[in-house]
């Protein structure tokens, strides 16, 4: 049984730092992509950051790039996004999610190319 299970969010005020951490179990094949969105209150879900496992490969939203970072440890299957400069605007509850690595990338930042989905965590960033 895959599961992803988010961690890190917590309340911040502008210009702070957050990592956020998916831990993901269950999955048994190397080469996936996982991929960080967010879902202001009242709002669509929206693609933050995505990676591929078999190379690192990373690819950022416009408005984050500079201030985000994803990463990935490949010894316990863990992907995090290192959130710098935080803004309100930020505010969102974030979700991690994994789907397999496609040659096309552009399906890397569809929330619907993606198969399985960690529960959320929320992050809040005063002004």
């Known amino acids: 049984q895959v599961q992803l299970a988010e961690s890190g969010g917590g309340l911040v005020p502008a210009g702070d730092s957050l990592r956020l951490s998916c831990a993901a179990s269950?999955?048994?094949?190397?080469?996936?992509?996982t991929g960080w969105f967010r879902q202001p209150d009242g709002q669509e879900r929206e693609f933050v950051a995505a990676?591929?496992?078999?190379?690192?490969?990373?690819f950022y939203a416009d408005s984050v790039l500079g201030r985000f970072t994803i990463s990935r440890d490949n010894t316990n299957d863990t992907v995090y996004l290192q959130m710098n400069s935080l803004k309100p605007e930020d505010t969102a509850v974030y979700y991690c999610?994994?789907?397999?690595?496609?040659?096309?990338?552009?399906?890397?930042?569809?929330?619907?190319?993606?198969?399985?989905w960690g529960q959320g965590t929320q992050v809040t960033v005063s002004s």
């Open positions: 999610a994994t789907q397999p690595r496609r040659d096309a990338t552009f399906y890397y930042a569809k929330s619907s190319s993606y198969d399985y």
């Open positions: 269950g999955l048994f094949r190397r080469d996936y992509v």
């Open positions: 990676i591929t496992w078999s190379t690192n490969t990373m």
